[in-house]
């Protein structure tokens, strides 16, 4: 038992961010009993942009690649739950389940073109920003054209409540501790796999792919895997998100979204996985303090931080803090 | 049938050559300092507020014509100087400044001039007809003006002693510093001059499109599928990739809706990504 303890002491030792995201797990499942409903909606919507955080920093954090489209995953999932929800007549018992598995089957099946067209062409690096960027356009004017489906520019409201197997999660209570049950299997789920040997040849693709793939690993296989896995959890946030809100908007499929993810990525520390949610936490707790000041001022502060980053701070704000 | 086709021929040159002179920028920038410029959509921008301006103080068309280029110009040169110089060395870097500073620019174009789009006079009102079919004459004005632009710029590129140093950094850096060029006069001038073309490209469309401080973002993204098909740092490469983009994006829309039309092209250029990744024609 003490050599147990002894192992699991010095593990943690030599991994601070598990006992961060254990802090951080604790935090928000007690968090419930001290708030109202109404807050306690916004921090669930909360976790679930957390959740869409962590599925980039998942692909970018761990590749080095960085995806500018993220927020495409995120609506084609809130999409495909709003669209399945609304035009098709689903037994309602079972039209959440048939939601989910429509919007996340239709975001992986993107990235998985897509990803197959650039990563094997031998696309990397800032060329796959501006293509995954290029995606993001198109998808929200396909958002916002295609308005006999999608509502257009207003959007679709009336998106079924979650049902699943007979379950309700219209209750603000069930709802918050599902998107946590979500969101911390998602934490310890990557941690885990990041940590083991598929992270470990990640880290070696990031380094050097020619060096990897002189070593037997299909290199463009795995990052594949990995932005297809990175882009259905972000689809996963996007229809939960649908769901319980009820509704979609062309701004949940739109430049600025998948430009805030990055943000709440990077604010984190891109690469650390808890800090994706803690950096989600922080900058929403800002916007909306500054978004209250003036319409403009959110968008230039995001600006700003940007340019302040790649200046200042160009290994993240947490490298500096760790150092 | 022959009525059809020439407005439709006319469409499609108006707009290739809006992206000749728009993406040249861009191209040069990437092909040169590997720098995506995410800014580069609001030089387009602020050459069409040039022209707004100009026109609130009683110039017209012509005077912003010569005076929106060289706002780009110094304004690019300025850019390039404070924050693009130091971003070379890291394109990740880069694209986050670049974005960053798309996003402010935006704001203060917004905050500064409001939501609403703004009007501008063309210089040429009433249309000509060519053999039965009649067409605006600013825009066949444009589509001269703007490929008179492009040759000066290709003959530049080819011919002057700045294009020389020019293609000689794009393909080797370093050969070119030992030879004595200064890489940051180069670079400095280089993405100015892309500046300034922008800011033209944004005069010429003010009278064809509304006037708002989102209006460069359409042509940035088109100018990247222009530079991913055409392929970066080639001027051949520009030409070829705005005639395919262009011709394409014109003539989809007359049989699918618009929003298919544009994911196609999107496809096509990622499905092009896989089997030339360089681009149709590489530096």
New interface residues.
């Given amino acids: 038992m003490t050599d147990f303890t002894q192992t699991l002491r010095r593990r943690i030792a030599r991994r601070p961010a598990t006992l961060v995201a254990i802090a951080v797990s604790l935090v928000l499942l007690v968090l419930p009993a001290f708030v109202n409903a109404y807050a306690l909606s916004s921090y669930r919507d909360v976790i679930l942009f957390a959740i869409f955080a962590l599925s980039l920093d998942v692909f970018w954090g761990k590749t080095g690649i960085?995806s500018?489209g993220h927020a495409t995953f995120f609506g084609l999932g809130a999409y495909g739950m709003a669209v399945t929800g609304i035009h098709f007549e689903i037994d309602p018992s079972i039209v959440s389940l048939v939601g989910l598995l429509a919007g996340v089957g239709l975001a992986a099946l993107v990235a998985l073109l897509?990803g197959?067209?650039?990563l094997?062409?031998?696309?990397r690096?800032?060329?796959f920003?501006?293509?995954t960027?290029?995606?993001t356009?198109?998808a929200n004017?396909?958002a916002v054209?295609?308005s006999s489906v999608t509502g257009g520019d207003s959007g679709l409201i009336g998106v079924p409540p979650l049902v699943i197997f007979g379950l309700s999660f219209v209750d603000p209570f069930r709802s918050y501790y599902l998107c946590l049950a979500v969101l911390l299997a998602f934490l310890f789920g990557s941690i885990a796999i990041m940590n083991g040997r598929f992270g470990l040849i990640l880290t070696a693709i990031q380094d050097d792919e020619t060096k990897a793939q002189t070593l037997g690993y299909r290199t463009s296989l795995l990052l594949l895997v990995t932005f297809v896995a990175s882009a259905s959890m972000a689809a996963l946030a996007g229809a939960l998100y649908a769901a319980m809100n009820g509704f979609v908007a062309p701004d949940m499929i739109a430049?600025l979204l998948s430009?805030e993810v990055?943000i709440w990525v990077a604010v984190g520390g891109s690469g650390t996985l808890i800090g994706a949610i803690i950096g989600t936490f922080v900058v929403w707790w800002l916007q909306q303090e500054i978004s209250s000041f003036n319409a403009?001022a959110w968008?230039?502060a995001?600006?700003?931080?940007?340019?302040a980053?790649?200046?200042f701070f160009?290994r993240g704000p947490v490298a500096l803090v760790s150092e | 049938m022959l009525t059809d086709f020439i407005p439709f021929a006319l469409n499609a040159m108006t707009l290739i050559s809006i992206l000749l002179i728009v993406s040249m920028g861009m191209a040069i920038i990437f092909g040169l300092m590997?720098v995506?410029n995410?800014a580069h959509g609001e030089f387009i921008t602020i050459g069409a507020f040039v022209f707004v301006l100009v026109q609130s103080f009683g110039g017209n068309f012509w005077i912003a014509l010569v005076v929106a280029p060289f706002v780009g110009y110094v304004f690019g040169l300025c850019l390039e100087k404070a924050?693009i110089s130091?971003?070379y060395s890291?394109?990740?870097?880069?694209?986050?400044?670049t974005?960053?500073?798309?996003?402010?620019l935006?704001?203060?174009i917004?905050?500064t001039f409001g939501a609403a789009p703004q009007s501008v006079r063309r210089p040429f009102e009433g249309s000509i007809e060519i053999a039965g079919a009649t067409y605006p004459i600013y825009r066949i004005f444009l589509i001269c003006f703007a490929q008179a632009i492009f040759a000066i710029t290709a003959l530049i590129f080819k011919k002057s002693r700045f294009g020389l140093e020019l293609r000689a950094s794009i393909q080797s850096p370093e050969m070119t510093s030992v030879m004595g060029v200064d890489p940051d006069k180069i670079n400095a001038r280089a993405f100015a001059s892309g500046a300034a073309l922008a800011a033209l490209a944004g005069v010429l469309l003010a009278p064809l499109t509304a006037v708002t401080a989102f209006m460069g973002?359409n042509y940035l993204?088109r100018s990247?599928?222009v530079v991913?098909v055409g392929g970066a740092g080639s001027i051949s490469g520009v030409a070829a990739g705005s005639g395919l983009i262009g011709t394409l994006e014109t003539a989809l829309p007359y049989q699918i809706?618009?929003?298919v039309a544009?994911?196609l092209v999107?496809i096509l250029?990622?499905?092009m990504?896989?089997?030339r990744?360089k681009g149709l024609v590489p530096a």
């Fill in positions: 960085l500018f897509v197959y067209f650039i094997f062409g031998g696309v690096g800032a060329y920003t501006i293509v960027l290029a995606l356009l198109t004017h396909i054209g295609w430049l430009t990055i403009s968008p230039i995001i600006g700003s931080f940007f340019i980053l790649v200046l160009p | 590997n995506i995410l924050l130091r971003v890291n394109p990740l870097h880069a694209i986050l400044v974005w960053g500073l798309s996003l402010i935006q704001q203060l917004l905050l973002i993204a990247f599928f991913l809706p618009n929003t544009q994911a999107l250029a990622i499905v990504l896989r089997f990744p």
